[in-house]
């Protein structure tokens, strides 16, 4: 059964430009939910789709959003890139309901310069 | 605002002995708890989970305990292994809002052969 899959595995982007990070959660889950993690904040909550709507958002500015797909794949984008955006960005799926968990992907580590 | 904390950062353990990670939360309102564990350069992995309508769960090595009144969970992992070496971390979610957790800091594992 083949795990989250995030792409790209690293990328590099210069302040102010955009980015787009992909995700491809585990065959039939339809919950997919996006954390960043950084230094000494562990990971933190950005949102989670379900059925292709934003169920849940976190405390995020609007730089950051995403979209989920027919087939449950996941997109998520950062505009106008910052310095403190770089970090790793994991994407992590469920079949939806709490008690599931996640499964996580091995994350996209995006650095800002 | 960090509802969920894990302030050990780093903890070392002989191989053979127990591992006792720590966590604690101040939302009365979660229910939900799990532990995850995560190696360099690859996404979190679930450990082991727990509902608050229980104290304790077992699998295998791995017991986490939940004291709701203090708002405290540990991960007690016995007898630790060298593979046991990683970041730990626990997360919490209240069903009222669905599939989101909330993450600690993680606590790193070294177990010393």
């Known amino acids: 059964k083949a795990g989250v899959t995030q792409t790209p595995r690293y990328l590099i982007k210069t302040r102010g430009q955009q980015v787009t990070l992909s995700c491809s959660p585990i065959?039939?889950?339809?919950?997919v939910s996006w954390y960043q993690q950084t230094p000494g904040q562990g990971l933190q909550f950005l949102f989670e789709y379900f059925s292709e709507t934003q169920r849940n958002k976190g405390n995020f500015p609007g730089r950051f959003s995403g979209r989920q797909f027919s087939n449950s794949r996941s997109e998520m984008n950062v505009s106008t890139l910052e310095l403190g955006d770089s970090a790793l960005y994991l994407c992590a799926s469920s079949p939806g309901g709490q008690v599931y968990g996640y499964t996580f992907g091995s994350g996209t580590r995006l650095t800002v310069v | 605002d960090q509802q969920v904390k894990q302030n050990s950062p780093s903890l070392s353990v002989q191989e053979g002995r127990i591992s006792i990670l720590n966590c604690d939360y101040t939302?009365?309102?979660?229910?939900?708890f799990l532990w995850y564990k995560k190696y360099p350069a690859e996404g979190p992995t679930f450990l082991i989970s727990?509902?608050?309508?229980?104290d304790k769960n077992e699998d295998g090595r791995f017991t986490v305990f939940l004291n709701k009144s203090a708002k405290h969970l540990s991960l007690h992992i016995v007898p630790s292994q060298p593979g046991d070496s990683a970041v730990y971390f626990c997360a919490a979610s209240d069903r009222n809002t669905g599939n989101q957790f909330y993450f600690g800091t993680g606590t790193s594992l070294t177990v010393i052969p």
């Open positions: 939302n009365s309102m979660f229910d939900y």
């Open positions: 727990i509902s608050s309508i229980k």
């Open positions: 065959s039939g889950h339809r919950s």
